[in-house]
């Protein structure tokens, strides 16, 4: 390991050559893994490359807690039922019985975990894996300091007890350092002592918490990313000898190609106002077109977790080694070339039940997009409620849009501003790998071809989001063609009640369009005679 100073004096390490080249499925030969966040969207991706990639695995051991009256057993049961692990049950079934369920839960002191399941994991793990966190961005700062800190904090001191840790990985964010414009792979100072922060919300009433919120987080945009940066310097100053790698996500979009390809669960971030445009309930964002949007694949990031643990334990190192997984720097995609691509696949691969044709509009000014949002949002969501209560239906049209607002507007500071994530570890990282592991955990962002991955995304969220069978397309073009005409009629009947409008309130007007159709009149006259 090399070790360099960076120009606020933290510490940052280099990649070294690694001897003694050990393949990254056969380091995980009889080693047991320990995941929090196993039940979420990266946590999911992970369990199964897991499994399928490192056969030689011995245990992966699960943190569920009971959920919405479900005991973890049936948590877990339901997690591998999932399309997911399709493949795995049929080409490798035994393989699931590897997943051993942990009661426990981040929120509670020591994680909730018994001592008993305590002594079990800190006598078998050698891996830990730490992706659970609240990824809501408007979440209190009570329930984000419990989860994204106090969470990471007790892991460690867990950790701290592992007989034989080789590696921690813990998942942050790019956007954690978000009020710097260009963000390097070194822990940067914070904005508070966590210590202090965890404190206070320990004494203040929570009332008073969410009053003082927004001058607590200054130029951050949400509880998110703020938590975030106070838990990696919390974890910088926490773990001590124990080998630590950060790895720092972007935008987390579908899967680039396993274990299946456009395979997405959740509503998050773009995802769902991309999918609002395609059932033509959404036109109009604000938005910077030319900004870069820094998008990258869920399998991608859980290749660059798995490497980045194989990397920590054979190098030996102490301490953190920082790892940005963003496509900006290499493959960078501009957020107007993102929304473009999305609404020619969308169209080219339409969704069931579509309201109307699919189309929208980025914005910068507010004021325009204020008004064009309530003449294409609001009104025909209120002229559709009033429909569902004569009809005696329940009208829902508002409350969605409501809800597309308020994701917009978590989503505006991203596609306003532009970063610079350097990820110079990340490269080095796949330049260590073997020809195989290249393939096998592909972490090299510059092979993406974004038209080929932004069509497979909109057929995943269309088949695993909307639950609609590639079959319904045919049926499904039909109608949008049907609608396409009618967008374009209604566009003409705008054009012409408007220039009607305009005609009424105008003399100078109708006396000019008067005279400009004699002219056309009259070249009509004189075409015979030429």
Known sequence: MVLSKTANGMTSTLEAPLENYVPVADFYNNRSVFITGGTGFMGKVLVEKLLRSCPGIK???????????????????????????????????NVL????????????????????????????????????????????????????MLGTKRLVELCHRMNSLDALVHVSTAYCNCDKPEVAEIIYAPPYCPDDIIALINWLPEEMLDKITPSLI?????????????????????????PVAVVRPSIVLSSLN???????????????????????????????????????????????????????????????????????EQKPISWGRFVNLSIENMRKHPLEG????????????????????????????????????????????????????????????????????????????????????????QIDVSKLEWEDYVEKYVLGFREFLFKQSPNTLPDSRIKLRRLYILHQFSKLLMVMLFWRFLMKRSKLLRNSWNKFLQMIFSLFRMLPIL
Not at 66 to 80: A, D, M, V, Y
Not at 229 to 241: D, F
Not at 355 to 377: A, C, S
Not at 383 to 395: F, M, Q, S
Request: with cysteine.
């Open 354 to 441: 579509v309201l109307w044709y699919p189309t929208g509009v980025l914005r910068q000014n507010r004021f325009i997009n204020t008004i064009h949002g309530t003449l294409v949002h609001y009104i025909p969501a209120y002229i559709l409620d009033i429909i569902a209560r004569v009809a005696g239906r329940k009208p829902i049209m508002v409350k969605v849009e409501d809800k597309l607002a308020k994701a917009v507007d978590c989503l505006e500071y991203f596609t306003t501003r532009q970063w610079n994530f350097k990820n110079d570890n990340v490269r080095k990282l796949s330049q260590i790998l073997d020809a195989k592991d290249r393939v096998d955990f």
């Open 258 to 328: 396993e274990p299946l390809v456009g395979w997405v669960d959740n509503w998050n971030g773009p995802t769902g106002i991309v999918s609002a445009v395609g059932k033509g309930l959404f036109r109009t964002i604000m938005c910077k077109e030319n900004v870069i949007a820094d998008l990258v694949p869920v399998d991608i990031v859980i290749n660059l977790m798995i490497t980045a643990a194989w990397k920590t334990a054979l190098s030996k190192q102490c301490g953190l080694n920082i790892y940005n997984c963003c496509t900006g």
């Open 59 to 93: 245990n992966i051991y699960l943190l569920i807690r009971p959920k919405r009256g479900q005991e973890i057993t049936t948590r877990l049961s339901e997690l591998l039922n999932n399309p997911l692990f399709d493949r795995l049950r049929k080409e490798q079934p």
């Open 97 to 148: 019985n590897k997943v051993i369920p942990i009661y426990g839960d981040i929120t509670l002191e020591e994680l909730g975990i018994s001592e008993s399941d305590q002594q079990l994991l800190c006598k078998n793990v050698s891996i830990v894996f730490h992706s659970a966190a609240t990824v809501k961005f408007d979440e209190k700062l009570k329930l984000s300091v419990t989860i994204n």
């Open 218 to 242: 200054g130029k951050r945009p949400n509880t998110y990313t703020f938590t975030k940066a106070l838990a990696e310097h919390m974890l910088h100053k926490e773990a001590g000898n124990l």
